[in-house]
Structures are given as structure tokens and as C-alpha cells.
């Protein structure tokens, strides 16, 4: 690994500081208010608080929502939509004030004086002290006194038959502009982080980033699993609503900030953390004297090799994540709109919790892998239906690369009979097309795998990678290596339907095909 100056930095603490967008004197305030807080359940009173806030905001955007886009929101009837906000707000307010415990009461008492007091100017010195937000009590408050107005212009709205587009819009938009503007519970940055509740516990996880030397390389790790761990919790706050009839429609906040939370971590895997650890190990590099690296070539290389190994396994989470959450968001799952009834909606969540954690659980014990190789991965899936989902999932993976492994096995032969094979690249497009499936689904199964022959495999498909000088032995030896991979493969999937979880479980082939056609874009 590269020597560097010992860093005084904590990328994983600063990352959770960071991302919060709180001043230091706030982050003291409310840290100080959090710790003095004196009941146990207070981590998850807070985070179901927060994470609905940040649900409410994002459930204004149909994009968030499952079922298929909304055609025309002109048109539509927000009523569904409207008593789903409604009960949000009604169960932010319990937890709200819940955390302000004996505090509650000066809220019932501004409430009546704001009735009572005769005098603009009181009335205009009582406003101005509702407002106040020195303190996170008193930014409560002020959410407080929102949500309750709320609730009740809601409910005015709700007597009508019809809920109209601007109308909704506009008031989920003055609702969202509380949130945004409150100064200590204002959670709707993207990939934001809260040291409270999103410390990572699994000794594992945290053992395997340790591995990482590069603070750039660390930061995109710590930022990868943090976010994902996040979305386990999203999925057991969705599990505890759907158990009860009363509060499983809410979900469909939680489904919103889910899928928002989702969209930005894969962006960012796909289009920014390549070039993150790039130029980190850039500034690395340019550390060391120019004396030394004839000396350290070897060690160098090696930590590209292993930066760039992290860098296909982050991209391959983003796909995996993206596909899969596409396939339940749009086929799955209901529309809020719909109006589906809380009996029948419970079980749907349940099921797909469980694919969807299987996902996350897949994402975090694969890139373990990566970052320590030598290390056991994780086990996440410790009952009997987290780990079938997960065998359930590595074998549709499987299935879904042995049909692009077959694809391009049939694509190469076809192209070794052609006189003009090495004329154009665009002839070629599918071995491209190929090696980025390869980076989105491939790479993980070597790797879950233990193929054995990986290295030659590995190298085989790295002779391809310039494609304008792809030679006929090349694509032989590359098509000789895919033939073995595909072999290894389908014993492989024998091997885990024969896993004991999966007795009785016949393999989904409409669904696997389904999810292989939403991969694909088809």
C-alpha cells in the first residue's frame, strides 16, 4: 500500500459530521440535547421522526411513488395521496412530541394564548417566539406548531371530493419548506448522515474498511455501506407499518425516501466514485519522490490494481441496486393512488422487504469481498427467510448472466466466420456491450463464487477491452474461457437450489426473465 504522512483526518467520523449540514455550535446543541435525552428508545424515536420528514418531502415527487409514472398529474385525484401526508404529519407530531417530553405542555399553552391574547402586538411577540429555533426543543416546537396547522388544513381539504392537483401541491410544498428551513431536523440532503443512529456496528463491516488505506477510496466505501445499512433500517421501519393496519399506508413515505435515498447513491457510484478514487490515489501518488518509484513499482501497481477492483465492485452494486429497485417500484408494489387496502397491501411490503434486503445484504458481504479479500465476509441473513431471499436472488443473478453469457458466446462465434470481422469497431459493439454486463452482474458471481479460474478468465476479457484491436485468438481465448465460466455456472446454480432454504422453492423463471428485461432496458 502507498505510504503516506499520517492523516489526522477520520474520513468515516467526518463523513458522518459532514454530511449533516449543521453548524459546529448546532451540532454541539443538539448532540448535547440528544445525550441528556433519558429513555432508551430514544435512537429510534428520532430516526423514524427524521426519516419521515425527509418521506414527507419526498413523497411530493411522483417519481418516488411505485406503480407506473403518472400520466397526467392535471388530471389526477391527490385524495389518496393527501391522507397519506395527513397521517404522516399526525405521526411525526406523536413522536415530536414524545422527544419534547414535559416541553409538550408550553406548546398547549401557546396554543391558547394565541386565541386568547386581545393586542396584535402580543399576538405579533407570541408569533415571533414560536419561531425561535436557538435550540433543537424550540426547532421542535416550531415543527410542532406547523404540523398541527397542517394537519388541520388537511383535514378541511379531505371534506371535498376532489383533491386537485395545485391545491396538493401547494400545500405539500409549504410543508416541505418547513422542513427545509428548520435549523436542527432538516434531513433532506442527499446521502446525509447522522452520527445518532447511522454508526455502522457489524465489527466485519468495519474490519473490512480498515483495509482501506487511500482516505478517498475510504470515504466512497464508508459513504457506499453507510447508505446501504440505512436502507436496512428504511426496510424494518417498513416491516414494523405493515404489521399494523393502521399505520401500513404510511409506508409509502418510507418507500419515498427509500427509492430518493437509492437514486442518489447509485448516481453517485456510476458517474462520481470512479473519479473520486481516481484522483485520490492521483494525490497519493504525487507523494511519493520520484526517487522511489522504480523501487515501489510493484506495491504501487498493486494498489491500483486493488482501487480499481473496489471501483468495479461499487459499480456493480449500483446496478444490482438499480435493477432490482426499478423491478419492485414498477411492478410490485401498488400506486399510493390506487388505494389498495391495508389487508392486502401488508403482505405485499413484507415480501418485498425481504427481496430488497436481500439486495442490501448481497451489496454489503460483495463489497466486503473486495476491500479484504482474506477476511470472511459478513453474515447478515441470520434467519431462515433472509437466507432465502439471499439464495434465492444470488440464483437469479446467475440465471440472468448465464443468458448474456449465452448471448455473447452465440455473438462471437457468429463473428469469427466474417471476412470483414476487425473492419469496424461498431461491428463490435457487443463485446462492449458484454464487458459492461459483465462489470454489472459477472463480476460479483466470480467473486461470491470462488471461480477458480478467475485470473485467466479476468484476463481473457481484459485482451477485449480495446476493442479496435481485438484479434481472432483473443476473442478464442476470451470465447474458450466463457465456455468454462458458463459450465462452472450452471453447476452453480444447481448447487444453490439444492441449498436447504430454497427446498421447495421452484426457481422463478417469469420473474428472473422480468428482471432481465428491466436490466437490459427492454
Not at 19 to 25: A, E
Not at 281 to 305: C, D, N, P, S, T
Not at 416 to 430: K, N, Y
Request: net charge neutral; glycine share 4%.
Amino acid at each position: 500500500m502507498i505510504a503516506r504522512l499520517p492523516s489526522e483526518r477520520d474520513v468515516y467520523a467526518n463523513l458522518l459530521r459532514d454530511s449533516r449540514g449543521l453548524r459546529r455550535d448546532q451540532s454541539t446543541a443538539r448532540d448535547g440535547w440528544y445525550d441528556a435525552l433519558p429513555w432508551d428508545q430514544k435512537e429510534q424515536t428520532l430516526f423514524e421522526l427524521e426519516m419521515l420528514l425527509k418521506g414527507v418531502a419526498c413523497f411530493g415527487n411522483p417519481r418516488n411513488h411505485p406503480g407506473p409514472r403518472m400520466s397526467a398529474p392535471v388530471a389526477h385525484d391527490f385524495v389518496e395521496e393527501l391522507i397519506i401526508l395527513r397521517e404522516g404529519l399526525a405521526r411525526a407530531g406523536t413522536l415530536i412530541r414524545d422527544l419534547l417530553g414535559d416541553r409538550e405542555r408550553a406548546y398547549t399553552f401557546s396554543r391558547y394564548l394565541s386565541s386568547v391574547l386581545p393586542e396584535d402586538s402580543a399576538r405579533g411577540q407570541l408569533l415571533k417566539e414560536q419561531l425561535t429555533q436557538d435550540t433543537p426543543e424550540e426547532a421542535l416546537f416550531v415543527l410542532r406548531n406547523a404540523f398541527a396547522s397542517f394537519q388541520d388544513l388537511a383535514d378541511g381539504i379531505l371534506r371535498n371530493d376532489h383533491v386537485p392537483n395545485r391545491v396538493y401541491t401547494a400545500l405539500h410544498g409549504v410543508i416541505a419548506r418547513e422542513i427545509g428551513r428548520n435549523a436542527f431536523f432538516n434531513p433532506l440532503m442527499a446521502l446525509e448522515f447522522r452520527p445518532e443512529f447511522d454508526r455502522i456496528r457489524n465489527p466485519e463491516v468495519l474490519e473490512a474498511l480498515h483495509h482501506v488505506d487511500s482516505d478517498a477510496a475510504h470515504r466512497v466505501a464508508a459513504l457506499t455501506m453507510l447508505s446501504l445499512f440505512r436502507v436496512l433500517r428504511y426496510l424494518d421501519m417498513i416491516d414494523r407499518y405493515a404489521s399494523d393496519a393502521s399505520s401500513t399506508r404510511r409506508s409509502y413515505l418510507v418507500l419515498a425516501v427509500l427509492r430518493s435515498d437509492l437514486r442518489a447513491l447509485t448516481r453517485y457510484l456510476g458517474r462520481h466514485s470512479a473519479d473520486a478514487i481516481a484522483n485520490g490515489f492521483e494525490r497519493e501518488l504525487m507523494k511519493v519522490h520520484a526517487l522511489e518509484i522504480g523501487q515501489r513499482r510493484e506495491e504501487l501497481a498493486a494498489e491500483a490494481k486493488h482501487l480499481s477492483m473496489l471501483r468495479n465492485g461499487l459499480e456493480a452494486t449500483a446496478s444490482a441496486v438499480r435493477v432490482d429497485v426499478r423491478k419492485l417500484f414498477l411492478h410490485d408494489l401498488p400506486a399510493p393512488s390506487d388505494g389498495v387496502a391495508s389487508a392486502e397491501l401488508g403482505p405485499m411490503l413484507v415480501v418485498m422487504t425481504a427481496s430488497l434486503r436481500a439486495t442490501a445484504q448481497h451489496a454489503i458481504a460483495a463489497l466486503c469481498r473486495v476491500l479484504a479479500p482474506q477476511q470472511a465476509p459478513p453474515r447478515l441473513a441470520l434467519d431462515r427467510a433472509g437466507r432465502r431471499a439471499e439464495s434465492d436472488r444470488l440464483r437469479r443473478e446467475i440465471w440472468m448472466f448465464m443468458q448474456i453469457l449465452r448471448a455473447f458466446i452465440a455473438k462471437a462465434q457468429a463473428a469469427e466466420g466474417t471476412t470483414d470481422r476487425w473492419a469496424s469497431a461498431a461491428s463490435f459493439q457487443f463485446v462492449r456491450d458484454f464487458l459492461s454486463h459483465f462489470r454489472a452482474i459477472g463480476y460479483q458471481l466470480v467473486r461470491t463464487a470462488d471461480y477458480g479460474r478467475l485470473d485467466p478468465f479476468l484476463a481473457a476479457l481484459e485482451e477485449l477491452t480495446d476493442v479496435d484491436l481485438v484479434d481472432p485468438a483473443r476473442l478464442r481465448a476470451a470465447l474458450a474461457e466463457c465456455h468454462r465460466f458458463y459450465e462452472f455456472l450452471e453447476k452453480l446454480f444447481d448447487e444453490i437450489s439444492r441449498r436447504s432454504e430454497l427446498t421447495g422453492v421452484a426457481f422463478d423463471r417469469k420473474d428472473a426473465t422480468e428482471t432481465l428485461k428491466i436490466y437490459l432496458g427492454r
